[in-house]
């Protein structure tokens, strides 16, 4: 075979291993898509002071928790792209259980969220269902359904509430609040009795819930040791309140950082897709991934080579495919400085070159040299 026909097969060769192994691993886009920061986003909205739940309903706008500011904003996303601030709701607090800081909302969560079952009696608020149900730093629950302020519809003084998940059970709903004041996970039922708690049965010594999402059925919870940083603990359970399992447990801060937003990768995410995506609220700022196994497959990569990193890093969404977003974009928001600042951002796949396109390099390497070839001979 002639010299120059086997450079052409070999460039048509490396094409195609060039795919192969970019199928291995895939960067991300980051935009930044609100702050509270003038010039740092697409929009600037003063209210977005440390956010950290995100929810929505099955078509709506994202709804995002301002601890820092006291108030809920709600935000139309499509894509990588917002129109601003759609609304802005207050959401109260009663005081006491966060010394030092403003108890604002934590987690939050929506009963007309995809998935979620419940009926017009559940979780009534000024006599009609709520829309959107908000934990607080103080150990008050609040609930909304219209106008400018929520209220207070459940309250636990020797609680302080950093997450919350709502899910089914038995035909019935329920909410699921994690409680940074020990290591239990409180269950309100949807009349706003809290009627137990439930725990990772070998949770290390020093540890307390800190977060709390329901993921296909299934209730995943973070831990964290308040004095240290570095390390993490997340678990799994039915939505009963039995243990499933110790997902992961990284008391050295291996990987997990203070881990707080957690959400499952769909197949259309690139390397990670189907993993369960975990975001390190302290430490790095990353996100990582782990199978659902609990083995680590890796941390989330940018398009210029660097790990995404945010500091105070909160609620990690994937959107909702109507106004909430596009159903394979991460969406994200951080508190940055100390929690005294605001971000809400999407990271998006960056696409990789198909097959198709990569072999038709090569192919059109390969038929310039035999054309070439060609014209050697005719001379």
Do not use: C
Request: aromatic share 10%; hydrophobic share 40%; glycine share 16%.
């Amino acid at each position: 075979m002639p010299a120059l026909v086997r450079v052409g097969l070999a460039t048509l060769l490396v094409a195609v291993g060039l795919t192969s192994s970019a199928r291995a691993g895939s960067t991300y886009l980051q935009t930044n898509l609100v702050s509270n920061q003038a010039g740092m986003a697409e929009t600037t909205d003063a209210n977005l002071i440390n956010p950290w739940g995100i929810s929505y309903t099955t078509k709506s706008p994202f709804w995002v928790s301002n601890q820092g500011s006291g108030t809920t904003t709600v935000y139309p996303v499509s894509g990588t792209t917002t129109s601003g601030t759609a609304l802005t709701v207050t959401i109260p607090n009663l005081g006491g259980a966060a010394s030092g800081s403003m108890n604002g909302p934590t987690g939050q969560v929506s009963p007309f969220a995809p998935g979620i079952m419940t009926s017009s009696t559940d979780f009534q608020v000024n006599g009609k269902e709520a829309a959107f149900i908000f934990a607080n730093l103080d150990g008050s629950i609040s609930a909304w359904n219209g106008g400018s302020q929520a209220s207070i519809v459940a309250m636990n003084t020797t609680a302080s509430y950093t997450g919350l998940a709502i899910g089914n059970s038995g035909g019935n709903a329920y909410i699921y609040a994690a409680n940074q004041n020990n290591g239990n996970i409180d269950v309100y039922d949807s009349n706003w009795h809290l009627i137990k708690s439930f725990s990772d049965p070998y949770l290390p010594s020093g540890y307390v819930a800190y977060n709390v999402q329901n993921i296909n059925g299934t209730v995943f919870a973070t831990f964290v040791n308040p004095h240290n940083e570095l390390g993490g603990v997340i678990a799994e359970f039915n939505t009963d309140g039995t243990f499933i399992k110790t997902l992961v447990n990284d008391t050295g801060g291996a990987t997990l950082q203070t881990p707080w937003g957690m959400a499952l990768a769909p197949t259309n995410f690139g390397q990670f897709s189907g993993d369960l995506l975990v975001g390190n609220n302290g430490g790095n700022g990353w996100i990582n991934a782990y199978s659902l196994t609990g083995t680590w497959e890796g941390a989330l990569q940018l398009a210029n080579g660097s790990y995404f990193s945010e500091k105070e890093l909160w609620g990690l969404s994937f959107g909702n495919g109507g106004h909430g977003g596009a159903s394979n974009t991460l969406y994200f928001d951080a508190g940055l400085a100390g929690g005294k600042g605001g971000l809400f951002g999407a990271l998006a796949v960056v696409p990789e070159p198909s097959s198709f396109v990569l072999g038709l390099i090569g192919m059109g390497s390969l038929a310039g040299i035999w054309r070439f070839q060609g014209r050697g001979r005719i001379a």
